[in-house]
C-alpha cells in the first residue's frame, strides 16, 4: 500500500503509463507541461490530494500556503486541449472548490 499524502507534497507512485511522470520522465518533444493551483473545501484537501494521485493524472502534487491548497503539476500530449483534461479529469475530483490552470511554454 502506498502512504497517505504528507504534509510536504504528494506520495511518489510509479505510474503505468509512459508520460504521465512520476518516475517515468515524460518525452518533451511531444508533451506539454502545465500547472494547476486548487482551492479545496475546508478540510478536503488531503482528500483532493490523494483522489489526483489515486487517478493517475498528476506528475507532482504540492500542499501551499495562501489563497489555493494544492499546486499541481500536470503533463498532457501536444495536442490534447488543457481546457477540456481539466475540465473533464480534473474538476471531477470531489471537493475542488475553484482552480486557476498556469500554462507553460518553455523550460530554461
Do not use: C, W
Request: proline share 6%; aromatic share 10%; net charge positive.
Amino acid at each position: 500500500m502506498v502512504p497517505k499524502l504528507g504534509v510536504r507534497g504528494a506520495r511518489n507512485k510509479s505510474l503505468k503509463r509512459p508520460g504521465l511522470s512520476g518516475h517515468l520522465p515524460p518525452r518533451r518533444d511531444r508533451m506539454t507541461p502545465f500547472f494547476v493551483l486548487i482551492k479545496a473545501q475546508l478540510g478536503r484537501a488531503y482528500e483532493v490530494a490523494n483522489a489526483l494521485a489515486d487517478a493517475e493524472i498528476a506528475s507532482e502534487i504540492y500542499s501551499t500556503a495562501g489563497d489555493y491548497d494544492l499546486l499541481v503539476k500536470f503533463y498532457v500530449d501536444r495536442d490534447t486541449d488543457i481546457g477540456h483534461f481539466v475540465n473533464e479529469k480534473v474538476h471531477a475530483v470531489p471537493g475542488i472548490l475553484d482552480t486557476k490552470t498556469i500554462i507553460t511554454f518553455k523550460a530554461f
